[in-house]
């Protein structure tokens, strides 16, 4: 069996190597050729992590319809926002299946990565699935213990689900994708929140007031999307939300701090100097809330924060100060 991975970012560059053993041979396909250049000599992803070595079945590739062909499972680890694009001129020969890795909203449609790839690549969507829950790239790869789920069909799931795992990397099954999906995106922005609210120094009682009332806010997505409202609280949601939202390896908490001490917001992502999903997903969220007629008052203030230029602190005063509710 053949592994590809589209995207040879951290999070990419990391499920190659820690799959790297299940695989015969990993294709690793990027836009960006210097990395598949450094991959290819020193085998070394020196942009991304500069101290690991990489196995040697690890192969970079830089035709991505070559990849697409040469591969029985393909993984895609690209930003949400650049996934149609990339694949809308891949074709495939025969019915593989396809991983999403990628966590975000798109935009435009306000479409999951699953609905992408199925467009993109004109599959049936049995053969899509979603690989998500608290996972550090960083960790990933050095081989630290991680738990994640694979969400999708389960009668092919179980046979990736063996491929998948390792004595490092252990994979659960979910029948739902849209439930992991929504978790797995949502989660950003509410870490972005949480970020904000230490950048601020506001301390522990803030911090896990935003994720809880933040889970709920994810779960009323997910319930929109059609997701089950359980998977919020597994792996790909409440999981990956903690991860996210206090872990010191968090590009999207690291932003939020950033964004809470001061920062302007080109000047906190330059500083991040990675992809914030968060950043872009704020908005898809705030698309979704205006659209659907629903209150998601933290996801909907960290747009106003990015987006309308509304200040942290008056932001954290006017949730504070809304209308006295019921818990649920």
Do not use: C
């Not at 970079?60 to 694949?87: G, H, M």
């Not at 299946?97 to 790839?117: F, H, Q, R, Y």
């Not at 972005?192 to 935003?210: M, P, T, V, W, Y």
């Not at 991860?243 to 330059?270: C, H, P, Q």
């Amino acid at each position: 069996m053949n592994l590809g991975i589209i995207g040879a970012g951290s999070w990419g560059t990391a499920l190659a190597q820690v799959l790297s053993y299940n695989f015969k041979n990993v294709f690793l396909w990027d836009i960006d050729k210097d990395v598949l250049n450094d991959i290819k000599d020193y085998h070394q992803n020196r942009k991304y992590h500069p101290n690991v070595m990489l196995a040697h079945n690890i192969i970079p590739y830089e035709n991505l319809q070559k990849l697409a062909d040469d591969s029985d499972v393909v993984i895609v680890a690209i930003p949400t926002q650049f996934i149609r694009k990339t694949l809308e001129n891949v074709k495939l020969n025969i019915k593989k299946p396809i991983i999403s890795a990628s966590k975000g909203i798109e935009i435009n449609s306000l479409k999951l990565v699953s609905d992408i790839i199925v467009e993109s690549l004109k599959v049936d969507s049995k053969y899509i699935f979603a690989l998500s829950g608290p996972s550090f790239a960083k960790e990933v790869i050095m081989g630290l213990p991680t738990a994640v789920v694979l969400a999708g069909n389960l009668e092919i799931g179980k046979d990736l689900q063996r491929y998948l795992s390792t004595k490092t990397f252990r994979v659960y099954l979910s029948e739902d994708v849209i439930g992991a999906e929504v978790g797995g995106a949502v989660k950003n922005v509410i870490a972005i929140a949480s970020g904000i609210s230490d950048g601020l120094e506001f301390g522990n009682n803030a911090r896990a007031g935003l994720i809880t009332r933040g889970l709920y806010e994810i779960s009323k997505i997910a319930n929109i999307y059609g997701g089950n409202p359980q998977t919020v609280y597994g792996l790909s949601g409440l999981g990956d939300l903690i991860l996210t939202a206090t872990g010191d390896l968090s590009r999207n908490r690291k932003f939020g701090i950033l964004i809470g001490k001061g920062y302007k917001v080109e000047d906190a992502i330059k500083e991040v100097g990675q992809v914030v999903e968060g950043y872009t997903t704020a908005k898809a969220v705030n698309k979704i809330a205006k659209e659907k007629k629903i209150e998601l008052p933290i996801s909907q203030m960290v747009y106003k924060v990015l987006y309308e230029g509304l200040n942290p602190k008056e932001a954290a005063t006017m949730l504070m100060m809304r209308d006295l509710k019921t818990e649920f």
